[in-house]
């Protein structure tokens, strides 16, 4: 070891002393690990050094040097701690007096396991997104949010030039496009008011659902236009739609934006809509309740929620269940769904949540009402809501309460309330464009006359 030490030699009396000074010569440097590996750039990690003598004895404390070869890839400090700063692999060198040890540092960014166009090591699986560089997604799924929108597009924009991050779009929260083109015609606008789009956001934003529209606000929204239109009439999902679906929607937002028109009305008749449904195509017609803000957006609500994937009783056609509580059910499109557990409506823009007790209408009890307990809910049209065991066919309009009563569908069943939200699909963006009549896959929900107590008839 290092150190002094002093030497007597002794001979009878004589004895003499000699001393002789030890130095330990670094002999070999080792450094642990023996390799380092980064899959995110700013990423750091410490190489540990030994130091050792020609007979392999430590040397503790010994100064040791560092050194990289190859700073643009990582950079290391005086105290041994490499720092990732791209793409390649750096070599880095321990000097200790003569001794050295060079190992690798390899940052390997280049890596797209999804193949999303966004490598492994900015896609940080945060939940939250930052930058470009600190996405937030899931390096091992391409559509972190499951809208149908790949994470590199959402980021990056798309490879056909449409600007998604610019228009708003996240790629960690599900992300619904929808471009509204509109008539005019007899003296009035069919173009949807900002209160009406933002009654529909709000209630998306309320289950973090982000909705983004384009109604010709102002760059970059600048897909929504008015159509001129002779007569204010389309023809449903016909030759005269897509013609103007061709002429007023860009081309780079197929596979990514929903396409409402809102004409007066459509093949002349008196529906509200008519929507693809899991489908990119929708058609709000809104007649003579145009200035109706909870119509207006019950009814975009309504024809969005087929593109959806849902139907009006949700997941099957049973239209009309006092216990869904939906605007996809034609007793709550035009004005909003029940807040107060009774069939009647309470002006709520809502999707159902799925909570409702079934209720069987060959065994109804009316002292559980719609939500399983009170209120209760006078089935019959009898003066109390106390009957149990009770046969009747409830689904049908229950506002204003007729009288005689009328009756439902004609079928006695069991009646489902829907998780709407739990279940909405967002593929139907990717829905074949059906330009070509006759080509289109999608099933169409044509959907309910607009009443004439909503403003006058058309
Ligand atoms: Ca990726
Ligand atoms: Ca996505
Ligand atoms: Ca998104
Ligand atoms: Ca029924
Ligand atoms: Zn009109
Ligand atoms: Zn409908």
Known sequence: ATGTATITATSGSASTTATTTVSQVASSVT??????????????????????????????????????LNSSVATVSSAGLVTAIADGTAMITATSGSASRTATAAVTCSVDTDSDRLYDCVETNTGTYVSTSDTGTDPNDSDSDDDAISDGDEVLGTLGGLDLP???????????????????????????????????????????????????????????????????????????????????????????????????????????????????????????????????????QHELGHNLNLRHGGNVNTNRKPNYNSVMSYNYQFYGVDDDCTPQENGVLDYSHGVNPSLDEENLNETLGICGGAPGWDWNQDGDALDVGLIADINRDWNPLPSPPVVGDGDLEILFDYDDWSNLSYTGITDFDGAVAGSREAELAICQAFPDNLFGTN
Request: overall charge negative; glycine content about 12%.
């Open 31 to 68: 450094l642990s690990p023996t390799s380092l590996s980064f899959t995110s750039v700013g990423d750091t990690a410490t190489f540990v050094p030994t130091v050792k003598d020609a007979g392999g004895t430590t040397i503790s404390g010994a100064t040791v040097t560092w050194a990289t």
């Open 166 to 300: 610019l228009l708003g779009a996240s790629p960690v929260i599900p992300t619904i496009l929808i471009e509204h083109d509109w008539f005019d015609d007899g003296g009035h606008s069919h173009k949807p008011t900002v209160a009406q789009l933002d009654m529909v956001t709000a209630s998306f934003a309320a289950q973090g659902v982000q909705i983004i529209h384009d109604y010709g606000q102002g760059a970059p929204f600048d897909g929504g236009n008015f159509i001129s239109d002779a007569d204010g009439d389309v023809d449903g999902f016909g030759t005269d739609y897509y013609a103007y679906k061709l002429a007023n929607f860009d081309a780079n937002r197929s596979g990514y934006f929903h396409y409402n028109l809102l004409p007066h009305q459509y093949n002349g008749g008196s529906s509200s809509g008519l929507a693809e449904i899991n489908g990119d195509d929708l058609i709000t017609a809104t007649h003579t309740f145009y200035t109706n803000d909870l119509a207006v957006a019950g009814t975009i």
